[in-house]
């Protein structure tokens, strides 16, 4: 993913995640100001999955990935121990708006954490 200055709404994400936030993969329609993008998302909404995440996969297909989600908004960080696919991070607000993107380098134990109270 590529840092952009505008706002990427994810259309109907909040009520998708309500909906089926128990279910392993989401499928998500992104809206970058002109350009739809497709997304299948692995759904991590417990400490468990959190704490494992995308760690001992050899590749990812494209379009594809891993949505965080908790109940409140703070500040979160992320890193990529035992994770050999370079990936992006997103960060995003309750409503689905992305607050800020990160690149983040395979097998790095350093935390990135996002400037702002981030929900998913």
């Known amino acids: 993913m590529r840092k952009q200055s505008t706002i990427l709404e994810i259309k109907s994400l909040s009520l998708l995640i309500l909906l089926f936030g128990s279910?392993?993969?989401?499928?998500?329609?992104?809206?970058?100001?002109?350009?739809?993008?497709?997304?299948?998302?692995?759904?991590?909404?417990?400490?468990?999955?959190?704490?494992?995440?995308?760690?001992?996969?050899?590749?990812?297909?494209?379009?594809?990935?891993?949505?965080?989600?908790?109940?409140?908004?703070?500040?979160?960080c992320m890193w990529m121990k035992n994770t050999s696919t370079p990936l992006s991070v997103a960060y995003l607000s309750k409503s689905g708006h992305i607050l800020e993107i990160h690149d983040l380098k395979p097998f790095s134990e350093k935390s990135v954490c996002s400037n702002q109270k981030a929900r998913m």
Do not use: C, H, Y
């Open 23 to 76: 279910l392993p993969l989401l499928a998500v329609e992104a809206v970058f100001v002109d350009t739809k993008i497709n997304l299948d998302l692995e759904i991590a909404n417990t400490d468990s999955k959190r704490k494992r995440g995308l760690m001992f996969r050899d590749q990812l297909d494209q379009n594809q990935g891993m949505i965080f989600i908790w109940s409140d908004s703070d500040t979160r």
